[in-house]
């Protein structure tokens, strides 16, 4: 790990928020590193502290939320030593970006498109207006919105769902990021059009070369673009791999449920693999391995001992008692073993479905 | 498959709906023609703006249509029918709709979430009679009791979902029209829920028309599927059908985009993107037309050739 080039890196983050007078523990000791280039997806499900975590990159946090303890380094700087929101502005929106989920929220409704994407240049570059509206107008072609000039005037209401993400994506390159941060950018798309915004971005990364942290629960999604993948669960990272590591050789049972639940997997007529029960509450204090209540494979020190991070190899690391020597030894569920041919043997051709 | 013994439930013929804007008039459905039979899974599959959901609250009266017919056990059920007519429709079909949150009652307990149908139509002799439907279907949902008397914030997207689903059930319904009941919720709990539709409808002999526009689900749910692309069918198929033989160019853009939980084939896909102003249109109009039994394609004269031309190419590659 030593040689590669950490653009980011997170050390035993904590991030508290305050409820109703009430302490919920969102993110429970994180540490990750960030290689510079590469694609991460951070999967998990709601509550499970995805976007909590990448919004400490930014100081986006809610203002009841607090980072406790932790470290988060990016250019030889701590960003946790950040106090006001002019240190934050160097680096928020300048050096990571985000995109997030619904495209509509994200704009501004009663200003036009190009005012929104040409103020971004104008702020951050010290551009004049021309030149603004020039590189606007450059960069909205570049995320393929067509007839750029002419679309500038518009308001986005104008836009259908899909060409307003592009319009997000192309306001956040405005100022040629480090790091671009999707927080689901795809949810709220139909499938055709997910697919060209994901094309689009990994094209963009290629270009501009930024690094992407993907956030989404879509394994799908995570399948096609990534690299690395960290699943969280319960504001704690589980599992750690190359993309390859996680689908082919998952080690933790929570990993395994995700993979066996989905519906890419089922056949007609028996029951869908079903996770049980629900994510426990981030309220109270967690013992043990957070998952170990719904998993089928959890034992006796799951529920007394929270487990450390087991080395598999170099590049994967999973956080499951299960990995530890002492362990009785345990196969993945039937279900996910062999997942290649097994998708192969569903779909048609090329693991495609519908393709000859 | 032949279909010839199996009793239509649902029959949608020459269904247009139309709306207006000021002057503007906007033809959100066009022409759609489907048997929903009983006891299966019917799916209807395109993306949003598609008239997906319109068809399914035109069935349900939400929607006024403006031409065509829908039958329900061979009765007309659209545009002017009697009020008692009205009622009964309103209890045999039931609805569950996307957004669990947003479908109930903020301001009312789940123990009257469930039992307002009930209210509705005094589907009771007394008060023990309602409690004990209102217990029972919340425990085939597997809710407790004791979840009567809580509000539905207090629950999460998952357990929500559940209570729209016992409330429409709680109906004895048999035909339920389930509007992207899962899209809204986590990975994790999804399957919980579609488990629990599939349980219903062995259990019951229900019907559904199921609202997506996530293939890979669909293809693990439902029978049959249609396909619809800017308010008009292009594909009606049994499911594995569709899957091993799409005909349409929207259809297979659709298949092809489904992302699969498996890096080595998704690293590799190309992209195909649907571009109607690229295809050949030339000839007289398109009509939906069966190609084999069961499968139907829109397509004129012209394009039927070349997809009998495809087929058969396939075909023979299968044998």
């Known amino acids: ?356 | 498959m032949a279909n010839d013994n199996k009793e239509v439930l649902l029959s949608v013929k020459n269904l247009e709906i139309t709306f207006y804007n000021n002057k503007k008039r906007f033809r959100a459905v066009k022409n759609a023609n489907f048997d929903i039979y009983k006891g299966e899974t019917f799916a209807l599959v395109g993306e949003s703006g598609s008239g997906k959901t319109t068809i399914g609250r035109a069935i349900i009266r939400l929607n006024p249509t403006s031409d065509g017919e829908i039958l329900f056990k061979g009765k007309k059920i659209n545009g002017k029918i009697s009020h008692e007519e009205e009622r009964s429709i309103v209890r045999n079909i039931q609805m569950i709709f996307q957004d669990p949150a947003a479908s109930l009652n903020e301001r009312a307990t789940i123990d009257y979430c469930v039992s307002e149908g009930l209210y509705n139509f005094h589907l009771y002799k007394d008060e023990a009679e309602r409690e004990a439907k209102v217990d029972k279907a919340l425990e085939s949902v597997g809710l407790l009791p004791e979840h009567k008397s809580r509000y539905p914030h207090e629950f999460s997207g998952g357990q929500r979902q559940r209570i729209g689903i016992a409330r429409a059930m709680i109906m004895e319904p048999e035909f339920i029209i389930a509007d992207e009941p899962i899209s809204a919720l986590d990975v994790s709990i999804r399957a919980q829920v579609l488990n629990l539709m599939n349980k219903f409808k062995t259990e019951r002999g229900l019907t559904y028309m199921f609202i997506a526009h996530d293939l890979s689900v669909v293809r693990y749910f439902s029978d049959r599927i249609a396909v619809i692309h800017k308010g008009r069918i292009v594909e009606i198929a049994p499911t594995d059908i569709l899957f091993k033989y799409p005909l349409h160019p929207y259809t297979h853009s659709l298949l092809q985009a489904v992302p699969m939980p498996d890096p080595r084939i998704e690293k590799s896909k190309e992209l195909v993107i649907y571009d109607e102003s690229k295809r050949d249109l030339s000839g007289e109009k398109p009509i939906l037309q069966e190609i084999r039994p069961g499968h139907f394609v829109f397509a004129n004269d012209r394009e039927m050739k070349e997809y009998e031309a495809k087929l058969q190419e396939w075909e023979k590659e299968e044998n």
């Open chain 1, 1 to 356: 790990m030593e040689n590669k080039n950490i653009i980011l890196s997170v050390k035993d983050l904590v991030v508290k928020f305050k409820v109703r007078d009430r302490v919920l523990t969102a993110i429970r000791n994180v540490s990750l590193d960030f290689e510079e280039g590469k694609v991460v997806a951070i999967v998990g499900e709601s509550g499970s502290g995805k976007s909590v975590f990448t919004k400490t990159f930014t100081g986006m946090l809610e203002v009841n939320g607090k980072v406790t303890n932790g470290e988060i380094w990016f250019e030889g700087e701590n960003l946790m030593t950040y106090k006001t929101d002019k240190e934050w502005l160097n680096i928020r929106g300048k050096k990571i970006a985000t995109v997030f989920q619904d495209p509509m929220t994200s704009l501004n409704p009663v200003r036009t498109i190009g005012y929104q994407i040409s103020e971004v240049i104008m702020k951050h570059q010290n551009k004049s207006k021309e030149e603004a509206k020039k590189e606007a107008i450059e960069l909205m072609s570049r995320v393929g919105i067509y007839n750029a000039e002419q679309r500038y005037d518009e308001y986005p209401f104008m836009y259908s769902g899909g060409m307003r993400q592009r319009i997000v994506i192309a306001i956040a390159l405005a100022c040629h990021p480090k790091i671009l941060v999707c927080d689901e950018p795809t949810t709220a798309l139909d499938v055709t059009i997910q697919a060209q915004i994901i094309r689009l971005i990994k094209e963009l990364a290629e270009e501009y070369g930024f690094t992407t942290i993907y956030i989404t629960h879509d394994l799908g999604v995570v399948a096609n673009v990534a690299d690395n993948v960290a699943v969280m669960y319960a504001g704690q990272i589980i599992e750690y791999g190359t993309v390859e590591d996680i689908f082919y050789d998952p080690r933790h049972p929570y990993t395994w449920g995700l993979l066996s639940s989905l519906p890419q997997l089922g056949e007609k007529g028996s029951e869908l693999f079903a996770i049980r029960g629900t994510p426990p509450s981030l309220f109270e204090e967690i013992k043990g391995d957070a998952f170990a209540p719904r998993s089928d494979y959890s034992l006796a020190i799951d529920f007394e001992e929270e487990p450390p991070m087991f080395k598999v190899s170099d590049t994967h690391f999973a956080k499951t008692w299960l990995l530890d020597p002492r362990a009785p030894k345990v196969d993945k569920p039937k279900q996910i073993q062999n997942l290649h041919e097994k998708i192969l043997a569903l779909t048609s051709k090329g693991g495609i479905y519908g393709e000859r």
